[in-house]
């Protein structure tokens, strides 16, 4: 894993070692933590996150926390329908409608219904189910350095939990939508892409069931441009029979600016949308809308109940959430502050030499991090540590970890772009 | 689905009915209410859920608000959790670790990791990858009417979800172990069943991975005596290099009365232990409790993160769970009020014919209804909308639905029990 502590190295205070050595023994080996000396938190708001000692990380990776750590109004609606009615979906209850249907809203119409999950893996886990009832197939093309989820059938079209869990055998990867992948142009390029994975499921006898891609392609390395290059690659997917689904897990409620959903900035209505980390800013809520005649085969011989999904709280917040980015109008807070940002990225690489190309949307953004002009893995991790030690908390990603990944809560100011600029100044001289 | 509302029947109010057809709408075809005309809900407090009107129910079937509904210790450490910090487990933080130290606790000393994610069926799901990783088995075996989850992979292991998802290529049913179902002896025949599938996997050319049960049976029709039956199948799945999952998301944390976990009354130690509904009293929060062994190669290949599973709310909650049942002593009410319900089932049998077997541990109760002596799904179901009209909440199981499922909330009273006795003893009469 990028960016993962190793036990006994570091700078951990005794208290902190001691904390690292509980988990190892109460959570077991798969656990990781972040950076090369861990950081200990017991407090969060706004755009910050607090050690036990007061110091203040300002927050420039967390989009789970989206609308601010600790949103009073998100905490406010918690409170509230927890103390009140906290049961499922197979009684009669407002809240999941109002939370549906506003929801609903913020979609071309032709998405007019939406189930609700508690993770962005099971909403994907259900995608594949319900392409696959939709389809006939089980075929499903991802990208290379896919993320799409933990379950079983989730982790095998996950390229980027690396070797350790081998594609599904009806899994076809295909690279990731950079220049470099397809020279002759992304949008004609990643279309071709597809067919040919298409092409490569029939030698095999597989159907095609699914296009699946996170539509800022975070752990690709964050590659939104052109805008509109999607829609070619979803053409051609259901040319062959199959579904296009848009994972807005990461880049949905309003972060890449310009739309509230990724998917909008490629002028295409996907057949399934699955959503999830921003979605109940840290309350367990995840979601997949899709078309009627998408779901219409999975409804016919099947049910879906979650046990939490779409609970009365989970409503409550969900709906909290809504409230909040309209309100705030942290969308477009997202498109200008993150149009500041990535322009204060490029005003800086005139000045050094060590950064490379800023891609992104709103507020998430990919950085390239270069030594002699080549990405440099390391660097970048050197850069991610030495912005935690001077209270940034930022992370890597791209298949090789050359990136710099930036996706901080959307109330994200000006001032705080200038502190991070600022601080990546005097580091990057020093580096 | 047992136990579910038809669009257009029933007696619904307009408003009601106005409330149903906006679900249709909105959430698509997969969704089912319960009863022939579904309940509106909006409070819950204690063994009791409330209709705008103010009409009181009382709770015989959710098994999620175990230490009762809105029980205002678990909404007040959500409360002040969710206010300070929210956010993952790849910082360090006090909570999740004094969350899974005291969980494992619970546990024989050979269980000493706890991992953490939002679902049952997560847990179930991540069991299965671990399985694998450990034995290179795929094999898995569960009984013919099993309930473990709505992801694709556990779906597939999840036979009560019926004809419409097939069972996984690699997923081998056995009966459930009723005395019907081995007239030899549930104890050997049970073990032998198991044996017997392990050969059919390997003519198939599949290794065995994983037998997961339900340690009370619940979608089986509730299936707990005699106390013990299940070592010796543990046993027959080690013997040829699988591992035993005890499913402890339906019968863990108190509910059976005697023993914290539902395993325990079998006198066996499992390989893994999966845990869920009421682990947050409807917070979505669940796990999977495992041998160091069984995580080593999965921890040497794979990491696992699971975005909300185990923040700082859950770990909150989860700890204010266990202090709830301890400190209230839930689980003796459960042992004390499900032996006096149980007796109270027998005793009313005297008198009413149509009730036949009663099984079940603590508060998780099974009753057989019959007609002329054999097992009658059609009454069963008419009882159970009976009960709702009376204000009664229950619900049905067993593989044909001749079962009521009796699975209230732990604080359960005696009080209660009488209302519901009294008041079957009134139904039956005339039903």
Known sequence: MLNAYTP??????????????????????????????????????????????????LDCYNNVASVGHCHPRVV???????????????????????CAERLLALFPAEISHVMFTCTGSEANDLALRIARA?????????????????????????????PAVAPGPTVFPIPAPSAENYPQGIAAGFAQAVTEA??????????????????????????????????????????????????????GFGRTGSRFWGFQRHGLIPDMVSMGKPMGNGYPLAGLALKPETIAEF?????????????????????????????????????????????????????????????????????????????????????VNALRENRILISSTGPKGDSLKIRPPLPFSLANVDQVLTTLDRILKTL
Do not use: W
């Open 299 to 383: 409804g016919r011989k099947a049910r879906y109940f979650n046990t939490f999904g779409g609970n009365a709280v989970a409503a409550a917040v969900g709906l909290a959430v809504l409230d909040v980015i309209r309100d705030e109008a942290l969308q477009d807070n997202a498109a200008t502050v993150g149009a500041a940002f990535m322009q204060g990225l490029k005003s800086l690489a005139q000045r050094h030499e060590s950064l490379g190309e800023t891609r992104g949307a709103g507020l998430f953004i990919g950085q390239t991090i270069l030594t002699d002009g080549r990405p440099d893995p390391a660097r970048t991790a050197r850069l």
């Open 198 to 251: 298409c092409d490569r499921m029939a030698a095999q006898g597989v159907r095609p069931a699914l296009l699946i891609v996170d539509t800022i392609f975070s752990s690709d390395g964050v590659h939104p441009d052109p805008a509109g290059f999607l829609a070619p690659a979803a053409a051609a997917i259901r040319a062959r029979g199959g579904l296009f689904l848009a994972d807005e897990v990461q880049p």
């Open 8 to 57: 006994g190295a570091g700078h951990l205070s005794p208290a902190d070692e001691a904390l690292a050595r509980r988990r190892a023994k109460a959570l077991g080996p798969a656990y990781r933590l972040f950076y090369e000396t861990p950081v200990h938190l017991v407090r969060g708001a706004g755009v910050h996150l607090y050690a036990p000692d007061g110091t203040a990380y």
């Open 134 to 162: 939709a389809t006939g197939g089980t075929g499903v093309i991802v990208t290379d350095n896919a993320y799409h989820g933990v379950t079983l059938a989730t982790a095998e079209m996950s390229m980027s939990i690396g």
């Open 76 to 98: 406010e609606a918690l409170n509230r329908q927890a103390a009140t009615l906290a049961t499922h979906t197979r009684y009669l209850h407002d809240g999941i409608l109002d």
